[in-house]
């Protein structure tokens, strides 16, 4: 047997073997879309000869590309897996962008303004345009048009009248990034997609591409996908319509109909079998989907037809909700007798906003835990300010990081200062660093004469970072992300002015510094041994290579892996020694495609899912859907009956979700007794593919838990040990012998 397809359905079999050049995969959560794309990718390669720098692999988020790295790894070995281009949609079109930018004229060392700078140069423009517009929104708009490919002019000719003053607004922001040679997030994806149009040869290599989450692909990113087909014309994507939750990003499900009407000779193949989830669990999700009307029926069996039935929990405010979390979590673990660790448990969220209890309480009960899906550790102060050091460094262009600094920590330059030069760039039309290098050298000046001390300042500023590029010049390897935070942070004493700023967390804080110098050691480490081999795009004939400095492009690659995770661990609250294993707090958003063997989605509850600012509610129950079939072994549902924040009525009373059916809500969870007990840990045994504990181990963890099932809700230490009450009913479908042995 290839072992390839070894492991793999019938119907996974055939799509992973398809002769068919244009393939799309339609299935359910769980039904092995995603690993049956990676064996295609392996497929592809043993069977059709194709190279790996010949194939290009589109995930959704840069967790799953590492994972799905992690997978071929096995399949095809590290040599070949390594030179895959394979990646998100914007780590993709960046490298495309680096090496073969100067083709549509893009300037070398393009830096990238992450959402902040974004927002940074919106409000500027507004404020100077005298418009009414807010940013956020003005923010939002300018990206929906850059996601349909709309630049200002295109714009303007179909916009009515009161959409010019956001033309406006769009197409000063794109003189402002290009004067400072920025890209944001969906340039990379429309400047890509200009190169490819204008220059196929670049991708006259590609033998096939590959798409995972197509569902939530919006129209450029389904336009670069046919594009890097350009030549070849061999696509296969996976994807559900289900769990289509981009549309607020301009995703488009029509693209799926739009891929069949493009290529006629399109082969649509179905899964049909859950390999993910218990039974019970897969039915309560289906009976949230079922509820929209509009959605074409679908087949979807359980492969594990038995399990435990989700539980649902009402608690008095989120406060307890969140302390609930934490016994259900403690008392889960011990109780399965060591079947799962804290990295087996997920609280998913509608909205990041809903984490900061839980992380209260977590921090408080000294459970390990790790944010995903929030910016949180590169937003801090001491990190951000190292950052901007080393944007600037990078890239002198970079004027909103330059701003951001030019001041911190204090060298004497106030904010008059900082608003004449800040103007008087502007009037010259010049990037602020250059600006400020002319007053200094005395070939400009500034509206007033600068004070002495405020230009002394700004000379130890230019100095500084004058200094850290002539390092950056000196390193050429992978090491100068390191190399130049700890260089800068040496010039600045920031240790000693983080003494000085902060005395209450100094040591906090130089800790995150330690973690961000680490991470540069990381990403560099990866980037070597990884990205910049298999996102090392190969040569082309007769297409000039852009030679880049190593150090550079380390340090380029670097603070663009910042400026595009969607997901950051952090060390919360864990100073000592940070466990290896621990809790995942994510955002819905950023749990797509992955799975835990326990999911907890707090505050199901109206203003929460659906959102109350969400425009299309069929999205907000397809997120619950896609939360909930994360689930593999255990899922909790629960919410606060008072949120105070929501402001609904007198006392912030909730109501639960609209989602839930009645049949979900008014299940009676009965307790289960101590053979059930057995049961249910077998069955999580059997789903996880994990060997079961011993019955003495079970019972172990028992003896010590809290009841928190009774109706009531058990304050911490108010512990019932008198009687056992399990977590919840078992289906009784389970063929799993019953242990004779109890405890004496
Ligand atoms: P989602 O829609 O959530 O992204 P998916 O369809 O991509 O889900 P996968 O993540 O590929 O599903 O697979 C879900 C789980 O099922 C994984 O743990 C995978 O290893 C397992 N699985 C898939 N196919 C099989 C199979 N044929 N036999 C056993 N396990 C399988
Ligand atoms: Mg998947």
């Given at each position: ?326 016994l259900e979590i403690k008392r889960a673990a ?203 795009l190969p040569e082309i004939q007769g297409l ?131 053979s059930l007990h057995e049961k249910v840990v ?63």
């Open positions: 047997m290839d072992p390839i397809l070894d492991g793999l359905n019938h119907a996974q079999r055939e799509a992973v073997t398809s002769s068919g050049s244009v393939l799309q995969v339609l299935a359910p959560p769980g039904s092995g879309k995603t690993k049956t794309l990676t064996a295609r990718v392996a497929y592809l390669l043993s069977h059709h000869g194709y190279q790996p720098q010949d194939v290009i692999c589109c995930t959704f988020t840069i967790k799953a590309s590492r994972e799905m790295r992690e997978r071929l790894a096995k399949l095809i070995g590290e040599k070949l897996e390594s030179r895959l281009i394979l990646g998100t949609f914007h780590s993709i079109c960046r490298r495309y962008l680096v090496k073969y930018g100067y083709l549509i004229g893009l300037r070398k060392g393009f830096g990238i303004a992450d959402s902040d700078d974004t927002r940074a140069i919106i409000k500027r423009t507004i404020k100077r345009l005298n418009s009414s517009i807010e940013v956020k929104a003005a923010q939002g708009r300018i990206s929906r048009h850059k996601a349909h490919g709309l630049s200002p002019d295109a714009l303007a000719e179909r916009a009515k009248a009161e959409e010019l003053e956001l033309v406006d607004i769009y197409r000063d922001y794109q003189s402002a990034l290009a004067a400072s040679n920025l890209l944001d997030y969906d340039d990379l994806l429309l400047r890509c997609s200009d190169l490819l149009r204008d220059h196929p040869q670049c991708v006259s290599n590609v033998q096939a591409v590959l798409v995972d989450e197509f569902q939530d692909t919006n129209i450029i990113q389904y336009e670069l996908m046919n594009l890097f087909a350009s030549k070849s014309r061999r696509i296969t994507i996976v994807g559900d319509p289900d769990q289509s939750i981009y549309g607020f990003r301009s995703a488009e499900i029509k693209n799926l109909k739009r891929m069949q009407g493009r290529y006629s000779n399109t082969t649509v193949v179905l899964l049909e079998d859950n390999y993910r989830s218990a039974g019970s669990i897969l039915s309560a999700a289906q009976d949230v989907i079922e509820q929209d009307e509009a959605r074409p029926a679908k087949a979807l069996q359980a492969t594990h037809t038995f399990g435990t039935l989700p539980v649902l929990r009402k608690l008095p405010t989120p406060n307890a909700e969140a302390q609930w979390m934490v011990a109780m399965t007798g060591g079947l799962l660790r804290m990295s087996d448990f997920a609280i998913l969220l509608r909205s990041a906003s809903l984490s900061t209890q839980i992380e209260t309480a977590f921090g408080r009960a000294g459970i390990p835990y790790k944010m995903v899906g929030g910016r949180k550790f590169f937003d801090r102060t001491e990190v951000k300010i190292l950052l901007n050091y080393m944007r600037v460094a990078s890239h002198t262009g970079h004027s909103d990081a330059l701003l951001n600094i030019v001041n911190v920590p204090p060298r004497r330059i106030g904010d008059e200062t900082i608003r004449q030069l800040t103007s008087g760039a502007e009037q010259a039309k010049l990037p602020l660093w250059d600006f400020i290098k002319d007053v200094i050298q005395g070939r400009r000046s500034t509206e007033k004469k600068l004070q002495k001390a405020a230009e002394q300042g700004l000379c130890n500023l230019v100095k500084l970072i004058e200094a850290s590029r002539q390092k950056l010049q000196e390193c050429e390897d992978a090491s100068a992300p390191r190399v130049l935070i700890e260089f800068i942070a040496e010039r600045l004493s920031f240790q000693e002015y983080l003494i000085r700023t902060y005395p209450l967390d100094e040591d906090t804080r130089w800790a995150n510094v330690k973690e961000l110098m680490h991470q540069a050691t990381e990403v560099a480490a990866f980037e070597e041994e990884e990205v910049d081999k298999e996102m090392d000039e290579q852009q030679q880049a400095h190593a150090g550079e492009e380390a340090l380029t690659r670097f603070l663009a892996n910042v400026a595009l995770a969607t997901e950051i661990t952090t060390e919360e609250d864990n100073k000592e020694e940070t466990p290896k294993e621990k809790v995942t707090i994510s955002t819905i958003h950023a749990a797509k495609g992955l799975e835990w063997p326990v999911v907890f989605v707090p505050a199901v509850y109206n203003g929460s899912i659906p959102h109350s600012r969400a425009e299309v509610i069929e999205e907000e129950r397809r997120l619950l859907y896609v939360a909930m079939t994360r689930a593999q072994a255990l899922l909790y549902l629960s919410l606060p009956i008072r949120q105070p924040r929501l402001g609904e009525g007198e006392d912030g009373a909730t109501t639960i979700t609209p989602f839930l059916p009645p049949k979900l809500t008014k299940t009676r969870f009965r307790p289960t007794g101590p077998y069955s999580i045994a059997d789903i996880l593919r994990r060997p079961r504990p011993s019955v003495d181990d079970m019972y172990k963890g028992l003896e010590f838990l809290p009841s928190t099932l009774d109706d009531r809700w058990t304050s911490e230490g108010e512990e019932d040990r008198s009687k056992f009450e399990g977590t919840s009913v078992s289906h009784d479908t389970s063929d799993e012998p019953n242990p004779k042995r109890r405890r004496s």
